[in-house]
């Protein structure tokens, strides 16, 4: 079965540190695709990053990175020099491709940013 | 703009009362879903449509209900037969497989008293 842990319940930074959210992921396909989304205090999910398996080089996007890691079933996400505006809950995903089956989401990480 | 509509964000019911949740999308999207959230819980799936006339039930369906009569609409109800109604509801459409990223509503927050 497939399973998604996430197991920083909060965090608190200071602005301008960096911080990274782990995520780590179980499932017995060879083909799974893994998402990271962000809700803010509004409530809303905001999607921002897909990835599959067979592509596990990192991805940057503005203060964003993703580590995508085989060997150790994990897909971290970092956010560099942190702004008060990342405040949100964060949620890492998992799809596995057999089975057209829904995402299976983690319990999300808490993210404080503190002016 | 393309999106996906929940009405109202907050809801408040009497015990022993059922009560229709409405989800509407216009992103042209097969897939919807309906998903709860609790406090440290993460979102947990009640039901889901990959097309009209078909849906499936989630990991928590006991006490829902659902219709998917138009491919733009996902109404969800909650019976009185739910236990712990009380809770965040958020409704989310894709293109049909897992595979794909889901694009959230605003949800519904449901106080049961």
Same mark, same amino acid.
């Given at each position: 079965?497939?399973? +998604?842990?996430? $197991? ?5 930074? +200071?602005?301008? /540190? ?15 695709? @893994? ?8 409530? /809303? ?35 560099? $020099? ?10 890492? $995903? @998992?799809?596995?491709? $057999? ?11 808490? @993210?404080?940013?503190?002016? | ?8 964000? *907050? ?6 009362? %059922? !009560? ?5 999308? %216009?992103? %042209? ?23 009209? %006339? ?9 006490? *829902? ?26 409704c989310a459409s894709s293109v049909?497989?897992? !595979? ?11 106080? !049961?008293?």
């Open positions: 079965a497939q399973k +998604v842990t996430q $197991a920083q319940t909060e965090i608190s930074v +200071v602005e301008k /540190e960096d911080v990274t959210l782990d995520c780590v992921y179980e499932t017995r396909d060879t083909t799974y695709y @893994l998402f990271w989304y962000k809700q803010p205090p509004s409530g /809303e999910l905001v999607f921002l990053i897909r990835r599959n398996s067979f592509d596990e080089q990192n991805e940057i996007s503005g203060r964003y990175s993703w580590n995508f890691q085989k060997s150790t079933s994990s897909f971290n996400f970092t956010i560099t $020099a942190s702004q008060v505006v990342d405040s949100a809950v964060y949620f890492c $995903a @998992l799809s596995e491709m $057999a089975g057209n089956t829904p995402l299976v989401f983690g319990k999300g990480t808490r @993210l404080s940013v503190i002016a | 703009d393309g999106g996906i509509t929940q009405s109202p964000k *907050y809801l408040f019911r009497k015990e022993g009362q %059922n !009560v229709t949740l409405s989800c509407e999308q %216009n992103l %042209n999207h097969d897939a919807m879903y309906w998903y709860r959230q609790d406090p440290g819980q993460g979102l947990r799936l009640i039901y889901y449509s990959q097309i009209v %006339n078909d849906f499936q039930k989630g990991d928590i369906a006991e006490g *829902y209900s659902v219709s998917r009569e138009k491919k733009e609409s996902f109404p969800l109800t909650v019976t009185s037969a739910q236990k712990n109604p009380t809770a965040f509801y958020l049909p497989g897992g !595979v794909y990223e889901q694009y959230f509503g605003p949800g519904t927050r449901l106080t !049961v008293t």
